[in-house]
Structures are given as C-alpha cells and as structure tokens.
C-alpha cells in the first residue's frame, strides 16, 4: 500500500509540484486548498503524513495544526509545516502547537522526498511489537503509545520518539546534539532549540511539577537526563 500525503497548500501551482513529486516517488498524494473544509476532509482520509502550509485563505496553519492535534483521528499524524515566514519565532511556535518539522519556502524536491521519508520510517521503525514497563510508564511500540500511571499520553510523533529515546535510554545525560541526532536524525533543518521546546512539551505532560522535573532533568551546560523511575 503506497503511504498516503496529505498537501494543505492554497498556492495551486506548489501544489501540484509537490504531488509530482510525492507522486513519482510511490507516495499517493492528496492536495487541500485549506479552505474551511480541511479538516473534515484530512479526517476522512486519514493521511500518513501532512504537509501544512502556514499562510491559508481561511484558516491558518497554525489554527488548523492545533485542530489536526485536538482531532481523535489524527493526533498523532506527523505534520511537516510548508512555511515563507523564515523567522524563528514562527519556527518555534509552529513546533509547540503540535508541528513535528518546517520547511522553509522555497525547498527542493529533493530535500522535500527526504523529510517526507525519514519521517515515515520512523512510523515504522517504532512499530516493533511489545509494551514495556518501566517503572510508572509503559511503553507501547506497537501502538505508538506511552502510559503514565495507567492514563494515556496525549503526545505527538515527535513527542512520542523522544520521549521513546527517554524512556529506552534511562540514567545517562544526552547533550541537544546528540538528542537531536538520535530522535531528529537526518533532518537538518532543526536547531538545539527545537529540542527544549519538545522536552518543555514533554515535562508540561510527565512532570507533576514541570518546573522541577523528576524524571526529564537539566543537566547544566550539557543538555538532559531520563532519571531511572523508582
Ligand atoms: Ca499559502
């Protein structure tokens, strides 16, 4: 079955630059203008991937994410922002409303196929069978879940990966490079900052107290640490 991408895109002729290219490449693809409609339209067709442009006729980018997130359907769908707005303000924002990636306009196919690959197999790669537990959490590849104390995560892909990188690496500190390499890998388009925006993500969802956290812990000067959970 040919994975399935979704083109939120209002400027028709990227749009179909983008499906030729999706489309050559084996990827069944699927243009939106991202009019009002949009959302109703992802739900039905439950795409693999989305690709969101920022600036819509109707509603924007941003707006939608935040729709796609809340959406039963397609919360944890991957959602690779299409932006012109270069500044990193957006960027980050883009991020903390639930995006998992950004691009910035204009990109090449080339570098648009490869974002749009290394996000899919890391789909796939977490669909290893078997759910482990560890210490309150429990881990579920298979399904692409993690349980804090028997209630469900809300988490997004990239959420989920790195918290997954967490919860299998426990006890040693990882600098922003190395977390970036290892949960981001070949998308070189994210910056050490893409990483403290997840993990404060991460906190506000595992942490009691996020501002003093117990299990994601600072390590001062050199990046984060997973505290083994009693
Ligand atoms: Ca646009």
Same mark, same amino acid.
């Given at each position: 079955?040919?994975?399935?991408?979704?083109?939120?895109?209002?400027?028709?002729?990227?749009?179909?630059?983008?499906?030729?290219?999706?489309?050559?490449?084996? !990827?069944?693809?699927?243009?939106?203008?991202?009019?009002?409609?949009?959302?109703?339209?992802?739900?039905?067709?439950?795409?693999?991937?989305?690709?969101?442009?920022?600036?819509?006729?109707?509603?924007?980018?941003?707006?939608?994410?935040?729709?796609?997130?809340?959406?039963?359907?397609?919360?944890?769908?991957?959602?690779?922002?299409?932006?012109?707005?270069?500044?990193?303000?957006?960027?980050?924002?883009?991020?903390?409303?639930?995006?998992?990636?950004?691009?910035?306009?204009?990109?090449?196919?080339?570098?648009?196929?490869?974002?749009?690959?290394?996000?899919?197999?890391?789909?796939?790669?977490?669909? /290893?069978?078997?759910?482990?537990?560890?210490?309150?959490?429990?881990?579920?590849?298979?399904?692409?879940?993690?349980?804090? /104390?028997?209630?469900?995560?809300?988490?997004?892909?990239?959420?989920?990966?790195?918290?997954?990188?967490?919860?299998?690496?426990?006890?040693?500190? !990882?600098?922003?490079?190395?977390?970036? /390499?290892?949960?981001?890998? /070949?998308?070189? !388009?994210?910056?050490?900052?893409?990483?403290?925006?997840?993990?404060?993500?991460?906190?506000?969802?595992?942490?009691?107290?996020?501002?003093?956290?117990? !299990?994601?812990?600072?390590?001062?000067?050199?990046?984060?640490?997973?505290?083994?959970?009693?």
């Amino acid at each position: 079955m040919p994975k399935r991408i979704a083109i939120v895109e209002d400027e028709a002729e990227l749009a179909a630059l983008i499906d030729y290219n999706l489309s050559r490449h084996g !990827y069944e693809a699927q243009v939106l203008g991202g009019a009002k409609g949009t959302l109703k339209a992802l739900e039905n067709s439950k795409p693999d991937l989305i690709l969101l442009d920022v600036m819509l006729p109707e509603v924007d980018g941003f707006e939608l994410c935040r729709q796609i997130r809340q959406s039963p359907v397609l919360s944890r769908t991957p959602v690779l922002f299409l932006t012109a707005r270069s500044d990193e303000v957006d960027r980050v924002l883009g991020l903390e409303i639930g995006g998992d990636d950004y691009m910035t306009k204009p990109f090449s196919p080339r570098e648009l196929i490869a974002r749009v690959k290394a996000h899919l197999r890391r789909e796939e790669m977490d669909a /290893e069978p078997g759910a482990v537990e560890i210490g309150p959490f429990k881990l579920d590849r298979t399904a692409h879940r993690v349980f804090l /104390e028997g209630r469900e995560l809300p988490l997004t892909s990239t959420e989920f990966n790195l918290l997954e990188f967490f919860l299998t690496h426990r006890g040693r500190a !990882y600098s922003r490079s190395q977390l970036l /390499e290892a949960v981001w890998g /070949e998308q070189r !388009y994210v910056t050490p900052r893409t990483v403290d925006v997840h993990v404060r993500r991460l906190r506000e969802q595992i942490e009691e107290q996020p501002d003093s956290p117990r !299990y994601l812990t600072t390590v001062r000067g050199f990046g984060y640490r997973f505290e083994e959970p009693a």
